[in-house]
């Protein structure tokens, strides 16, 4: 999936277009900014992008991680779930 980042000003007419960054390169600009040998800013304007630009893709790597994390959890709650009602069910029959 695709996301957008805009690398031009809002103004009219300015003629440029903007950039879609794949997540790939979105997550690959992430690791580089987090290194600290590298100044941010040397990144930025090699990439093409502001720094408010840097802030929405860390906040997307955030979020996804957060979306990673919470699926198991989310699948061992639901296996529980299903484990303590099917139980409930046994007992109710008999």
């Known amino acids: 999936m695709k996301h957008s980042i805009s690398t031009s000003s ?3 007419g300015a003629g ?5 960054l794949t997540a790939e390169k979105k997550f690959q600009i992430y690791l580089e900014a987090q ?7 040397e990144i ?10 840097l ?3 860390r906040q ?4 996804g991680a ?12 639901t296996r529980l779930r299903l484990k303590y009602e099917g139980g409930k069910r046994r007992f109710e029959l008999k």
């Open 10 to 12: 809002p103004s009219k």
């Open 55 to 57: 802030a929405r893709i």
């Open 44 to 53: 930025l304007r090699r990439e093409g992008l502001f720094s408010t630009d």
């Open 66 to 77: 957060r979306q990673c994390l919470a699926l198991p959890m989310l699948l061992y709650i």
């Open 16 to 20: 440029k277009k903007r950039r879609f």
């Open 60 to 63: 997307q790597v955030k979020e």
């Open 35 to 41: 290194e600290s040998d590298k100044p941010v800013g």
